[in-house]
């Protein structure tokens, strides 16, 4: 299938068409977010039921880049699968950043505008700028456990010396921040006030993490902090770094990499960047809730409290249906095969039964 690809450049909202090329499909081959667990799921799902025959054209935008596929191998899945039901129907793929899926979407460019990670406040003030009503949404997938650049699970973690194996997001909030929103009675800053003894009841707790004004800290303040933008000051930040061989030294790999040498800190970050001399911590949502630990199943489930979903967008009039040829790829997306399609790409992970269910209704 042929797919024409375009540019935006978001913060001008200027388009310009790009250059035709082919949606290549790689093998179906299983990444380590498959689980046993995601397969039952996705098994338990009803098939893909063609509507009325479909035509015409979806220009879908999203997340990728010009040098990285992310996006659209999976879009690639998703369009040789479709095609298969519904042969009118033409993906013409335009993954070049989350950004420009929204502006493209708000200025007619789009007709369906997939995301990396959540909107943000700003991509939604853009669309509202052009129409007088938010952009339509539908949860699609699941995001990774450990796959850079598929909103791999954000974790927190502590020195491998420490005795503690868990927390609630009451105490990270107040640990992490600064106005402790969640309920806890005061700011924490020293172990003792976790109920640690002896040398560890007086020592400060030193917080490692994400910049705050990147989309990580953002997500970290829209729900760890509930919605509060006063961190703790002593937060040390990091940032992608580049080297001078090329490669990226990650910001998830620079906190664990200090907290590895800082027996009385705490990080936020990822599975993928831990080394021997961390340990992850399990969560639960408040006092008296499970603790539970990332796995595949905890976040497709989510049952781990900061599981994170990969969403889709329309422009759809509010009270009007969702064009049909939008509704019926969505279909797709949201069925047995669409789903599966997830699990063969290998890095998102798919949707429970439940939550597909969910998403299903919001189209009807």
């Known amino acids: 299938m042929k797919a024409t690809r375009s540019l935006c450049w978001a913060a001008g909202l200027l388009l310009a068409a790009g250059a ?51 996006m659209r191998l999976l879009v690639a899945r998703w369009a040789r699968g479709f095609a298969r039901f519904q042969p009118g129907v033409k993906i013409e793929e335009d993954t070049y950043g989350t950004s420009s899926a929204i502006p493209a979407l708000a200025l007619g460019a789009g007709d369906l505008a997939i995301l990396g990670e959540e909107i943000l406040p700003e991509a939604v003030d853009t669309f509202e ?7 339509f949404s ?40 600064a106005e402790h929103r969640r309920g806890a009675p005061v700011n924490i800053r020293t172990w003792g006030q976790l109920g640690l003894k002896g040398e560890w009841a007086d020592q400060p707790i030193t917080p ?32 992608h770094r580049p080297q001078p061989n090329g490669d990226i030294y990650d910001h998830g790999q620079q906190a664990l990499d200090a907290l590895a040498h800082d027996r009385y800190g705490i990080a936020v970050s990822n599975i993928r960047y831990a080394g021997p001399d961390v340990k992850p911590l399990a969560v639960a949502e408040r006092a008296g809730a ?4 990332v796995t595949a199943q905890t976040l497709i489930d989510h049952t781990y409290p900061l599981s994170r979903t990969i969403p889709a967008f329309v422009d759809r009039v509010p009270g009007q249906p969702v064009e049909a040829k939008v509704k019926e790829f969505l279909h797709y997306i949201l ?9 063969d790409d290998g890095r998102y992970l798919p949707l429970s039964a439940a939550s597909v269910a969910t998403e299903l209704k919001k189209l009807e």
């Open 290 to 293: 499970p603790y539970v630990a």
């Open 129 to 135: 700028r052009v129409k007088p009503y938010p952009p």
């Open 20 to 70: 035709a090329c082919g949606l290549e499909v790689p093998p179906a081959t299983e990444g380590r977010n498959a689980s046993e667990f995601a397969r039952q799921e996705v098994a338990s799902m009803p098939p893909y039921a063609p509507g009325p025959p479909a035509s015409g054209v979806i220009r879908l935008w999203g997340h990728g880049s010009f040098s990285r596929p992310f």
């Open 335 to 343: 069925s047995r095969e669409g789903q599966q399609d997830i699990l």
């Open 208 to 239: 490692y993490g994400w910049r705050t004004d990147d989309s990580f800290g953002f997500y970290l303040e829209q729900t760890l902090l509930a919605g509060s933008h006063r961190w703790n000051s002593a937060l040390r930040e990091f940032v």
């Open 138 to 177: 539908v949860e699609i997938a699941n995001g990774s456990v450990d796959v850079r650049n598929f909103d791999y699970a954000q974790m927190f973690f502590v020195h491998k010396d420490n005795p503690l194996a868990q927390l609630t997001l009451t105490q990270l909030d107040a640990i992490f921040g």
